[in-house]
């Protein structure tokens, strides 16, 4: 891998949901090379080509009647995730020097990859978002990571709670447990994104974007800083630690959503941004203008994986009153992730407002999702990333289950989407990625006419 002159590490990408850029560039970053500028400009301009096709349009009217529930025809979304490192190697693919035009490069060359390549049902837009440098402060303790993911690193993490036993029940959580703030650098984060205005001036509009509202994870977080085990043994030995934690959880979300929203920094989800577990979020029933976007006009989202193996019940007790709450918040609501959701749909049902979008995960039955669902939600299908991270994929395997979701789906009349991702390989052969796309075209062809 190319070795970063600034940090001297090993570079990889670092998008994230969507090819959604998380990490800003310090002032000493924001530079851009005459080499680096004639190489943009020309991704740019290859970008804003294929934004101008009106099949644009037709993918964006297509995810708006599909999150609207309008049609039952199938939207197609693939993200390669840890397989972008294997379409595109940062040592044979950047050819921009620069740490931050680096990053630019990796980003434009991804959604190029997926107009010309993929040709999935995502849109390509003319136009290029970009992070604030900032800091979220998060809980004030955090978990030891031992690994690094940043540099494709598998990692396990020690809980700065974990090793408590008896003790655990005395604690003042609250004295531990801090408010998150967000920072933001607005000296550094104004000059890359003038930089990109004046790099890409008649080819891009530019954006900030972030994703300082996703997921407010309360399991995710209660096993961090508790670890997993332990998180499991709390519904049982100690409820009143677990409310406990999750209120304060619950009010730093809750504050940290105020904090954006007063101070104009939320973005306008309804439209091209990934949300959720996966899918677009092009809807016409939010109405969010830049710089004065409201909770209420986005797509919220929660989700409980950690707790796959918890019973309905405890989720009912420990996470949904607290769930609610912050999806009161917004205008329409994304619930799941990879937790089976078959076994506790009634009590996620009465629990979650204005609910759209529900996760089908492999963990899931997902039949009888398909006949919870009907055509009141949208059945957001995740289709198991296994399925091509081998260098051969088993395509008769691949048409034979999507075949028979869809043909299920059909039958009770589910809003449909097919959803690859968590891919943490391609098995080293990126044409598997394209490939998928169009046998998932095929089936639902097959299937829906």
Not at 192 to 202: I, N, T
Not at 358 to 368: G, H, L
Not at 383 to 391: E, G, L, N
């Amino acid at each position: 891998m190319k070795v970063d002159e600034f940090t001297g590490v090993n570079r990889i990408d670092q998008g994230q949901g969507g090819n959604l850029m998380v990490h800003g560039w310090p002032v000493e970053q924001c530079v851009v090379s005459d080499h680096d500028r004639t190489i943009l400009r020309e991704l740019g301009a290859r970008l804003r080509e294929l934004a101008e096709r009106p099949y644009e349009q037709e993918k964006k009217a297509l995810w708006i009647a599909h999150n609207d529930l309008k049609t039952e025809q199938p939207v197609i979304f693939i993200d390669c995730e840890n397989g972008w490192n294997e379409i595109f190697p940062w040592h044979e693919s950047i050819q921009c020097e620069g740490e931050m035009a680096g990053d630019w490069e990796m980003w434009l060359r991804k959604e190029i990859y997926w107009a010309e390549v993929l040709k999935d049902d995502k849109v390509v837009e003319a136009k290029l978002y970009l992070p604030y440098h900032a800091v979220d402060t998060g809980w004030g303790v955090e978990e030891e990571r031992i690994g690094d993911p940043t540099q494709g690193q598998s990692y396990v993490w020690k809980s700065p709670l974990g090793d408590l036993d008896e003790e655990y029940e005395e604690l003042d959580l609250s004295e531990i447990v801090k408010t998150p703030e967000i920072h933001v650098d607005w000296e550094a984060s104004n000059k890359a994104f003038e930089l990109a205005k004046d790099v890409f001036d008649d080819l891009l509009e530019v954006e900030f974007r972030h994703k300082w509202w996703w997921s407010p994870d309360l399991s995710l977080s209660y096993a961090n800083l508790r670890g997993m085990e332990n998180m499991m043994c709390d519904f049982y030995d100690y409820p009143d630690k677990v409310h406990e934690m999750m209120r304060l959880f619950t009010d730093g979300y809750l504050h940290k959503f105020d904090y954006l929203e007063k101070n104009g920094l939320l973005p306008n989800n309804a439209s091209s941004m990934y949300i959720g577990s996966g899918g677009i979020g092009f809807t016409d029933q939010l109405h969010g203008t830049p710089g004065q976007v409201k909770l209420m006009d986005m797509w919220g989202f929660n989700e409980a994986q950690e707790t796959s193996e918890v019973s309905p019940e405890m989720v009912k007790e420990f996470l949904l009153p607290y769930q609610h709450e912050i999806a009161e918040k917004f205008g329409l609501n994304y619930y799941g992730c990879c937790e089976g959701l078959d076994r506790r749909w009634e009590y996620v049902k009465a629990a979650i407002p204005r609910l759209r979008r529900v996760s089908v995960s492999q963990w899931a039955d997902s039949r009888k999702m398909s006949e919870y669902l009907q055509g009141d939600y949208l059945y957001c299908y995740k289709v198991s990333p296994t399925d091509i991270a081998v260098p051969e994929p088993d395509e008769e395997y691949i048409r034979r289950r999507l075949h028979e979701v869809l043909d299920y789906c059909k039958q009770n009349g589910n809003r449909v989407e097919l959803l690859m991702k968590d891919n943490h390989t391609l098995g080293h052969n990126p044409r598997n990625a394209s490939r998928w796309v169009e046998i998932a075209r095929e089936e639902v062809a097959k299937v829906y006419g």
